[in-house]
């Protein structure tokens, strides 16, 4: 079967750096995108990793390790408008481009 | 705006009924993805077209069947709907290739009283 884990929520400070960290076992892995989702509105892409090592986009980062079957999401200089649910999601390794997502971690923003 | 398009925005009926939800993926994108998310639960994958065939399928009950017409829009046909079809209902869209991310509509909501 298919194994996505995520902390279900996280609190931050407005200013602070957060990291929010996804394990995977699934069979087969062909790339992890991490996707934010504002409550009730569509997830927006945020960042894809298919080789181990760290993309780095503006104030967001991600980290994949393949051997460890393990990403983390860093945001950095957290705003109010993070507040959202972030969520991990794996391609697995066959001839369709289907997605499999973790539950989501909730995260929220503190002034 | 994603480019993604999904009608209608909301839907209330009734058990037992049928619904039809309609999706227009992206200008030049051949993959179309349907997902359902349940209250505080993560998206679960459905089916998934690429140019008109059926590529790929995940937990998708019986009841529920979709297709890709040639034009590239799609539609997710829901029937015998019960109350724990209640969800919203989203549509992605890609280019269909590996490290393309999918493009998320803004969903529908249903809500079966």
């Known amino acids: 079967g298919q194994n996505i884990d995520q902390p279900t929520e996280m609190t931050a400070t407005e200013g602070a750096i957060v990291q929010i960290n996804c394990t995977y076992q699934?069979?087969?892995?062909?790339?992890l995108f991490w996707y934010q989702q504002h409550a009730g509105e569509a997830p927006t892409f945020l960042s894809y990793?298919?080789?181990?090592g760290l993309e780095e986009k503006g104030r967001f980062s991600s980290f994949l390790s393949r051997s460890k079957g393990y990403s983390y999401l860093l945001l950095k200089e957290l705003q109010m408008k993070d507040s959202a649910s972030y969520l991990c999601?794996?391609?697995?390794?066959?001839?369709?481009?289907?997605?499999?997502f973790g539950s989501g971690t909730r995260l929220l923003v503190r002034p | 705006d994603s480019g993604v398009t999904q009608t209608p925005k909301h839907l209330i009926t009734a058990t037992g009924q049928r619904v039809t939800l309609r999706c227009s993926p992206r200008?030049?994108?051949?993959?179309v993805y349907w997902y359902q998310q349940s209250l505080d639960q993560g998206l679960q994958f459905l089916i998934q077209?690429?140019?008109?065939?059926?590529?790929a399928k995940g937990n998708i009950l019986e009841r529920f069947s979709a297709q890709q017409f040639p034009d590239l829009h799609s539609e997710l046909n829901l029937s015998s709907l019960e109350l724990g079809d209640s969800a919203l209902y989203f549509c992605?869209?890609?280019?269909?290739?590996?490290?393309?991310?999918?493009?998320f509509g803004d969903g529908t909501r249903l809500s079966i009283l």
């Open positions: 992605a869209s890609s280019v269909g290739s590996g490290n393309q991310p999918q493009h």
């Open positions: 200008s030049g994108d051949l993959s």
């Open positions: 990793n298919v080789l181990d």
């Open positions: 999601a794996v391609k697995l390794e066959d001839s369709s481009y289907k997605l499999i």
């Open positions: 077209y690429y140019n008109g065939e059926e590529r």
């Open positions: 699934t069979s087969g892995f062909n790339g």
